[in-house]
T-cell receptor, first 114, second 115 residues
């Protein structure tokens, strides 16, 4: 079965510190991986995606993610967190047998403290 | 572009009433998706369309739910009759194409409360 897991419900980090939001996946074939962010009372906003090529993907607002095939992971990172980064983050994977569809993780709430 | 537009943003109704949620996708996008978000079940895909044709409705919870896309710029999700367990945030998303790696763009959502 295709799945994506976000093992942490919440991540707390001090402003200015690096942040990591974890994501692991399980798919048949090559994965196509996404990160979205959701601010309160808003829809999901696309941050970045991995399709192929360079394992380090750069996205919006200074975020990046590293695809690691051996660890089946796609962790979201940022070198220096901002209070305004506080939001709900979702990892998603394209389903290999039907690549129109995305399967979303349960989300990780990032709280950045001043 | 204005992005994906959804209406209403908030809906409060009583059990048994009909509810209609509306979505206008980004112009030129061929795919439209309806999702439901709840605390218990997270983000679930309900149904999606390609060129106004429903492709996969396996996520539609039951016959009380129906979705239509009469043209490329408009879709509705209807719940009849509504029940308290339908309370959730419903998102519409669209993408330019389908297939591998295509980015979906989400609307702001409709927050539905069924009393």
């Amino acid at each position: 079965a295709q799945s994506v897991a976000q093992p942490e419900d919440q991540v707390n980090v001090a402003e200015g510190n690096p942040l990591t939001v974890k994501c692991t996946y399980s798919v048949s074939g090559n994965p196509y991986l996404f990160w979205y962010v959701q601010y309160p009372n808003r829809g999901l906003q696309f941050l970045l995606k991995y399709i192929t090529g360079d394992n380090l993907v750069k996205g919006s607002y200074g975020f990046e993610a590293e695809f690691n095939k051996s660890q089946t992971s796609f962790h979201l990172k940022k070198p220096s967190a901002l209070v305004s980064d506080s939001a709900l983050y979702f990892c998603a994977v394209s389903v290999s047998y039907n690549t129109d569809k995305l399967i979303f993780g349960t989300g990780t709430r990032l709280q950045v403290f001043p | 572009d204005a992005g994906v537009i959804q209406s209403p943003r908030h809906e409060v109704t009583e059990m048994g009433q009909e509810v209609t949620l509306r979505c206008k996708p980004i112009s030129g996008h061929d795919y439209l998706f309806w999702y439901r978000q709840t605390m218990m079940r997270g983000l679930e895909l309900l149904i999606y369309f390609n060129n106004n044709v429903p492709i996969d409705d396996s996520g539609m919870p039951e016959d009380r739910f129906s979705a239509k896309m009469p043209n490329a710029s408009f879709s509705t999700l209807k719940i009849q009759p509504s029940e308290p367990r339908d309370s959730a945030v419903y998102f519409c998303a669209s993408s330019l194409f389908g297939g591998t790696g295509e980015t979906q763009y989400f609307g702001p959502g409709t927050r539905l409360l069924v009393l």
